[in-house]
């Protein structure tokens, strides 16, 4: 480990001050003669475009001394061959990142492995990593559409300024999408309220190649206190919000709440709903 941060240390030290020599020369040869903004826009527009090459090149050097270090190591030695090196292109937040890693063929048998890719969580075959996909799921709770979301992933994770280009297509982020947990745990909350407020109503979906035939989905909101924002509307603090079409949806629904709270420390439910039966 320690050979393994000198040589990190070295490599990262030198691409930084390749990219920021490069960088302030450019800058320096830019700049107008007297005070203007143009000079002001040269820096930031400069500053971003020389960030984004010099995090994926630090990185592409880390993953690569990384490699190299357990091909050498006594270990990898002992327990397997050398296969084949190949390269691998992520796309993250910082864009697409292109590092070369090498495969294995254990002595003893057995399937082929690469090392680097099991050591990061990486799984086989994934065009777009984890920051990215965790990016796409947070933000898909902000719009229904499919093509405006591959829009603001494509801006935020891959676009420039002056650059509107930038962009992942509505099929690939609907399949990012599918494949994501349905599955989740909540935050434990720091304190439990005496009372906590549920909301509940129904929302009918139509079925796709059903003669327009609904489901019914059954919804619940959780909150502990109303808050005035600057809207017609008040704001509902600390929501948890919940959909199922179990048949034990209240249930579920406690089962949900208990991960956030202790709700042997709740003292009143508070229910509102439209007077459906099932409510």
Same mark, same amino acid.
């Given at each position: 480990?320690?050979?393994?941060?000198?040589?990190?240390?070295?490599?990262?030290?030198?691409?930084?001050?390749?990219?920021?020599?490069?960088?302030?020369?450019?800058?320096?040869?830019?700049?107008?003669?007297?005070?203007? &903004?143009?000079?002001?826009?040269?820096?930031?527009?400069?500053?971003? +475009?020389?960030?984004?090459?010099?995090? *994926?090149?630090?990185?592409?050097?880390?993953?690569?001394?990384?490699?190299?270090?357990?091909?050498?190591?006594?270990?990898?030695?002992?327990? =397997?061959?050398?296969?084949?090196?190949?390269?691998?292109?992520?796309?993250?937040?910082?864009?697409?990142?292109?590092?070369?890693?090498?495969?294995?063929?254990?002595?003893?048998?057995?399937?082929?492995?690469?090392?680097?890719?099991?050591?990061?969580?990486?799984?086989?075959?994934?065009?777009?990593? #984890?920051?990215?996909? @965790?990016?796409?799921?947070?933000?898909?709770?902000?719009?229904?559409?499919? @093509?405006? &979301?591959?829009?603001?992933?494509?801006?935020?994770?891959?676009? *420039?300024?002056?650059?509107?280009? =930038?962009?992942?297509?509505?099929?690939?982020?609907?399949?990012?999408?599918?494949? +994501?947990?349905?599955?989740?745990?909540?935050?434990? +909350?720091?304190?439990?309220?005496?009372?906590?407020?549920?909301?509940?109503?129904?929302?009918?979906? =139509?079925?796709?190649?059903?003669?327009?035939?609904?489901?019914?989905?059954?919804? +619940?909101?959780?909150?502990?206190?109303?808050?005035?924002?600057?809207?017609?509307?008040?704001?509902? #603090?600390?929501?948890?919000?919940? =959909?199922?079409?179990?048949?034990?949806?209240?249930?579920?629904?406690?089962?949900?709440?208990?991960?956030?709270?202790?709700?042997?420390?709740?003292?009143?439910?508070?229910?509102?709903?439209?007077?459906?039966?099932?409510?």
């Amino acid at each position: 480990m320690y050979i393994l941060t000198q040589v990190l240390n070295c490599a990262i030290r030198d691409v930084i001050e390749d990219h920021v020599t490069s960088f302030t020369q450019h800058f320096l040869d830019s700049l107008h003669n007297g005070p203007t &903004l143009q000079n002001y826009l040269h820096l930031i527009q400069g500053t971003q +475009a020389i960030l984004k090459p010099c995090l *994926q090149t630090c990185i592409t050097t880390i993953l690569e001394s990384m490699d190299q270090t357990y091909r050498d190591s006594t270990v990898r030695k002992q327990f =397997a061959y050398v296969k084949v090196r190949r390269s691998r292109t992520l796309w993250t937040i910082h864009g697409p990142l292109t590092y070369c890693r090498t495969i294995y063929q254990p002595k003893h048998g057995g399937p082929c492995f690469c090392y680097l890719d099991e050591l990061l969580g990486l799984p086989r075959y994934t065009k777009f990593d #984890s920051s990215v996909c @965790a990016h796409i799921h947070q933000r898909a709770s902000e719009t229904n559409s499919l @093509a405006l &979301l591959g829009r603001w992933i494509g801006q935020d994770c891959f676009g *420039q300024i002056g650059r509107t280009d =930038a962009f992942i297509s509505r099929q690939t982020i609907r399949n990012i999408l599918k494949k +994501a947990p349905r599955q989740f745990t909540l935050e434990r +909350a720091q304190r439990t309220p005496e009372t906590l407020y549920i909301i509940a109503d129904e929302k009918y979906i =139509a079925m796709q190649g059903q003669d327009k035939q609904k489901q019914m989905i059954k919804c +619940a909101v959780s909150y502990e206190h109303r808050v005035d924002i600057e809207t017609k509307r008040p704001g509902l #603090s600390n929501k948890v919000i919940f =959909a199922s079409l179990s048949p034990n949806f209240w249930e579920d629904f406690l089962d949900r709440l208990s991960e956030r709270y202790d709700l042997s420390q709740v003292k009143h439910f508070i229910l509102m709903g439209d007077g459906a039966n099932w409510i």
